[in-house]
Antibody, heavy 121, light 110 residues
Protein backbone atom coordinates (compact mmCIF):
# COMPACT_ATOMS: atom_id res chain seq x y z
CA UNK A 1 0.00 0.00 0.00
CA UNK A 2 1.13 3.53 -0.70
CA UNK A 3 2.72 5.28 2.25
CA UNK A 4 4.54 8.54 2.80
CA UNK A 5 6.38 8.52 6.12
CA UNK A 6 7.89 11.75 7.35
CA UNK A 7 10.66 12.45 9.81
CA UNK A 8 9.98 13.42 13.40
CA UNK A 9 9.23 16.73 15.07
CA UNK A 10 11.92 19.38 15.21
CA UNK A 11 12.64 22.40 17.40
CA UNK A 12 14.90 24.94 15.77
CA UNK A 13 16.25 28.30 16.89
CA UNK A 14 15.50 31.43 14.87
CA UNK A 15 17.89 31.80 11.96
CA UNK A 16 18.57 28.08 11.72
CA UNK A 17 17.42 25.78 8.95
CA UNK A 18 15.40 22.56 9.06
CA UNK A 19 15.38 19.56 6.75
CA UNK A 20 12.31 17.33 6.70
CA UNK A 21 12.27 13.98 4.95
CA UNK A 22 9.44 12.06 3.30
CA UNK A 23 10.01 8.38 2.54
CA UNK A 24 7.76 6.81 -0.09
CA UNK A 25 6.80 3.17 -0.37
CA UNK A 26 4.25 1.01 -2.15
CA UNK A 27 4.73 2.50 -5.61
CA UNK A 28 7.43 3.45 -8.09
CA UNK A 29 9.12 6.42 -6.44
CA UNK A 30 10.13 8.16 -9.66
CA UNK A 31 6.67 7.98 -11.23
CA UNK A 32 4.92 10.81 -9.38
CA UNK A 33 5.66 14.31 -8.21
CA UNK A 34 5.74 15.16 -4.50
CA UNK A 35 4.45 18.47 -3.19
CA UNK A 36 5.09 20.11 0.15
CA UNK A 37 2.32 21.89 2.05
CA UNK A 38 2.48 23.57 5.43
CA UNK A 39 -0.09 24.50 8.06
CA UNK A 40 0.57 26.99 10.82
CA UNK A 41 -1.23 26.37 14.14
CA UNK A 42 -4.95 26.99 13.74
CA UNK A 43 -4.48 28.14 10.15
CA UNK A 44 -5.17 26.82 6.67
CA UNK A 45 -3.03 24.95 4.18
CA UNK A 46 -0.25 26.68 2.24
CA UNK A 47 1.33 25.20 -0.89
CA UNK A 48 5.13 25.46 -0.89
CA UNK A 49 6.29 23.72 -4.06
CA UNK A 50 6.93 20.42 -5.78
CA UNK A 51 9.75 18.14 -6.80
CA UNK A 52 9.91 15.60 -9.59
CA UNK A 53 11.61 12.58 -7.99
CA UNK A 54 12.61 11.31 -11.44
CA UNK A 55 14.97 14.11 -12.39
CA UNK A 56 15.00 16.40 -9.36
CA UNK A 57 13.26 19.24 -11.17
CA UNK A 58 11.58 21.63 -8.74
CA UNK A 59 9.14 24.49 -8.68
CA UNK A 60 8.58 26.67 -5.63
CA UNK A 61 5.79 29.03 -4.70
CA UNK A 62 6.93 32.60 -5.21
CA UNK A 63 6.87 33.26 -1.47
CA UNK A 64 9.41 30.51 -0.83
CA UNK A 65 11.82 31.07 -3.72
CA UNK A 66 15.37 31.51 -2.46
CA UNK A 67 14.34 30.18 0.91
CA UNK A 68 13.29 26.56 0.39
CA UNK A 69 15.16 23.72 -1.26
CA UNK A 70 13.59 20.41 -2.27
CA UNK A 71 15.79 17.46 -3.12
CA UNK A 72 15.48 13.74 -3.53
CA UNK A 73 17.49 10.53 -3.11
CA UNK A 74 16.11 7.82 -5.41
CA UNK A 75 18.29 5.19 -3.73
CA UNK A 76 16.32 5.80 -0.51
CA UNK A 77 12.92 6.57 -2.09
CA UNK A 78 13.04 9.78 -0.11
CA UNK A 79 12.42 13.45 -0.82
CA UNK A 80 13.58 16.29 1.39
CA UNK A 81 12.39 19.82 2.09
CA UNK A 82 14.88 22.24 3.62
CA UNK A 83 13.73 25.65 4.84
CA UNK A 84 16.31 28.18 5.92
CA UNK A 85 16.44 31.39 7.97
CA UNK A 86 13.67 30.17 10.21
CA UNK A 87 11.53 32.60 12.14
CA UNK A 88 8.69 32.15 14.62
CA UNK A 89 6.25 32.43 11.69
CA UNK A 90 7.64 29.19 10.23
CA UNK A 91 6.24 27.21 13.15
CA UNK A 92 3.92 24.80 11.38
CA UNK A 93 3.16 21.23 10.45
CA UNK A 94 4.82 20.39 7.15
CA UNK A 95 3.23 17.75 4.92
CA UNK A 96 4.39 15.92 1.82
CA UNK A 97 1.69 14.78 -0.60
CA UNK A 98 1.79 12.70 -3.77
CA UNK A 99 0.52 14.06 -7.09
CA UNK A 100 -0.44 11.43 -9.67
CA UNK A 101 -1.41 13.82 -12.47
CA UNK A 102 0.42 14.18 -15.75
CA UNK A 103 2.06 17.54 -16.35
CA UNK A 104 -0.31 20.46 -16.52
CA UNK A 105 -2.63 19.54 -13.67
CA UNK A 106 -2.53 18.40 -10.06
CA UNK A 107 -4.20 15.28 -8.63
CA UNK A 108 -3.28 14.92 -4.97
CA UNK A 109 -3.91 11.61 -3.26
CA UNK A 110 -1.73 10.27 -0.42
CA UNK A 111 -0.42 12.52 2.35
CA UNK A 112 2.38 12.07 4.85
CA UNK A 113 1.54 12.16 8.53
CA UNK A 114 3.04 15.62 8.95
CA UNK A 115 6.14 16.96 10.71
CA UNK A 116 5.81 19.65 13.36
CA UNK A 117 8.55 22.25 13.16
CA UNK A 118 8.65 24.61 16.12
CA UNK A 119 10.64 27.84 16.15
CA UNK A 120 10.50 29.42 19.60
CA UNK A 121 9.93 33.15 19.80
CA UNK B 1 -2.21 38.69 -5.36
CA UNK B 2 -4.50 35.79 -6.20
CA UNK B 3 -6.94 34.76 -3.48
CA UNK B 4 -9.02 31.58 -3.26
CA UNK B 5 -12.11 32.04 -1.08
CA UNK B 6 -14.30 29.55 0.75
CA UNK B 7 -17.15 30.00 3.21
CA UNK B 8 -15.52 30.25 6.67
CA UNK B 9 -18.17 28.10 8.34
CA UNK B 10 -21.29 26.17 7.41
CA UNK B 11 -23.76 24.29 9.60
CA UNK B 12 -25.90 21.40 8.40
CA UNK B 13 -28.28 18.95 10.06
CA UNK B 14 -27.56 15.23 9.98
CA UNK B 15 -29.05 13.69 6.86
CA UNK B 16 -29.14 16.99 5.07
CA UNK B 17 -27.35 18.16 1.97
CA UNK B 18 -24.74 20.89 1.91
CA UNK B 19 -22.68 22.52 -0.83
CA UNK B 20 -19.36 24.18 -0.14
CA UNK B 21 -17.90 26.51 -2.73
CA UNK B 22 -14.49 27.73 -3.86
CA UNK B 23 -13.97 30.95 -5.78
CA UNK B 24 -10.97 32.57 -7.41
CA UNK B 25 -10.17 36.27 -7.39
CA UNK B 26 -9.02 35.86 -11.02
CA UNK B 27 -12.55 35.10 -12.24
CA UNK B 28 -14.72 32.08 -12.91
CA UNK B 29 -13.37 28.71 -11.87
CA UNK B 30 -13.39 26.27 -14.79
CA UNK B 31 -12.29 22.68 -15.24
CA UNK B 32 -8.88 24.04 -16.28
CA UNK B 33 -8.23 24.80 -12.63
CA UNK B 34 -8.56 21.04 -11.88
CA UNK B 35 -10.08 21.64 -8.42
CA UNK B 36 -9.10 19.29 -5.63
CA UNK B 37 -11.00 18.96 -2.36
CA UNK B 38 -9.67 17.79 1.00
CA UNK B 39 -11.15 16.92 4.37
CA UNK B 40 -9.20 17.51 7.57
CA UNK B 41 -10.18 16.48 11.08
CA UNK B 42 -8.44 17.83 14.19
CA UNK B 43 -4.97 16.44 14.72
CA UNK B 44 -4.97 14.57 11.42
CA UNK B 45 -3.38 15.23 8.03
CA UNK B 46 -5.71 16.24 5.21
CA UNK B 47 -7.47 13.48 3.32
CA UNK B 48 -7.95 13.82 -0.41
CA UNK B 49 -11.60 13.56 -1.51
CA UNK B 50 -11.92 14.93 -5.05
CA UNK B 51 -9.52 15.68 -7.91
CA UNK B 52 -9.97 17.09 -11.39
CA UNK B 53 -13.25 18.79 -10.42
CA UNK B 54 -15.40 15.63 -10.17
CA UNK B 55 -13.20 12.56 -9.74
CA UNK B 56 -13.35 10.55 -6.52
CA UNK B 57 -10.62 8.48 -4.95
CA UNK B 58 -11.30 4.86 -4.13
CA UNK B 59 -11.81 5.79 -0.48
CA UNK B 60 -14.11 8.76 -1.05
CA UNK B 61 -17.61 8.06 0.30
CA UNK B 62 -20.30 8.13 -2.37
CA UNK B 63 -22.14 10.99 -0.61
CA UNK B 64 -19.34 13.39 -1.59
CA UNK B 65 -19.36 14.86 -5.09
CA UNK B 66 -17.51 17.64 -6.88
CA UNK B 67 -18.78 19.98 -9.58
CA UNK B 68 -18.66 23.46 -11.06
CA UNK B 69 -21.49 25.74 -10.02
CA UNK B 70 -21.97 29.28 -11.29
CA UNK B 71 -18.27 29.95 -11.85
CA UNK B 72 -17.21 28.25 -8.63
CA UNK B 73 -15.86 24.86 -7.73
CA UNK B 74 -18.28 23.05 -5.45
CA UNK B 75 -18.24 20.12 -3.05
CA UNK B 76 -21.64 18.65 -2.21
CA UNK B 77 -22.29 16.27 0.63
CA UNK B 78 -25.63 14.47 0.32
CA UNK B 79 -26.97 12.76 3.41
CA UNK B 80 -24.49 14.32 5.83
CA UNK B 81 -23.20 12.06 8.59
CA UNK B 82 -21.92 13.20 12.00
CA UNK B 83 -18.43 12.05 11.03
CA UNK B 84 -18.40 14.57 8.18
CA UNK B 85 -17.83 17.35 10.69
CA UNK B 86 -14.40 18.65 9.67
CA UNK B 87 -12.53 21.39 7.85
CA UNK B 88 -12.70 21.27 4.06
CA UNK B 89 -10.14 22.83 1.73
CA UNK B 90 -10.13 23.36 -2.01
CA UNK B 91 -7.00 23.63 -4.15
CA UNK B 92 -6.91 25.35 -7.54
CA UNK B 93 -4.20 24.93 -10.16
CA UNK B 94 -3.21 28.17 -11.86
CA UNK B 95 -0.83 26.80 -14.43
CA UNK B 96 2.80 27.81 -14.60
CA UNK B 97 3.22 25.06 -12.05
CA UNK B 98 1.56 27.12 -9.30
CA UNK B 99 -1.48 26.50 -7.16
CA UNK B 100 -3.33 27.85 -4.18
CA UNK B 101 -5.48 26.56 -1.37
CA UNK B 102 -8.65 28.20 -0.19
CA UNK B 103 -8.87 29.36 3.39
CA UNK B 104 -11.01 26.37 4.35
CA UNK B 105 -14.60 25.83 5.49
CA UNK B 106 -15.45 24.53 8.94
CA UNK B 107 -18.43 22.21 8.54
CA UNK B 108 -20.51 21.70 11.65
CA UNK B 109 -23.08 18.90 11.80
CA UNK B 110 -25.77 19.89 14.28
Amino acid sequence: QVQLVQSGAEVKMPGASVKVSCKASGYTFTAYYIHWVRQAPGQGLEWMGWINPNDGDTNYAQKFQGWVTMTRDPSLNTVYMELGRLTYDDTAVYYCVRDTAPAGRWDFDYWGQGTLVTVPS
Amino acid sequence: QTVVTQEPSVTVSPGGTVTLTCTSSTGAVTSAYYPNWFQQKPGQPPRSLIYGTTNKHSWTPARFSGSLLGGKAALTVSGVQPEDEADYYCLLYYGGAAGMFGGGTKLTVL
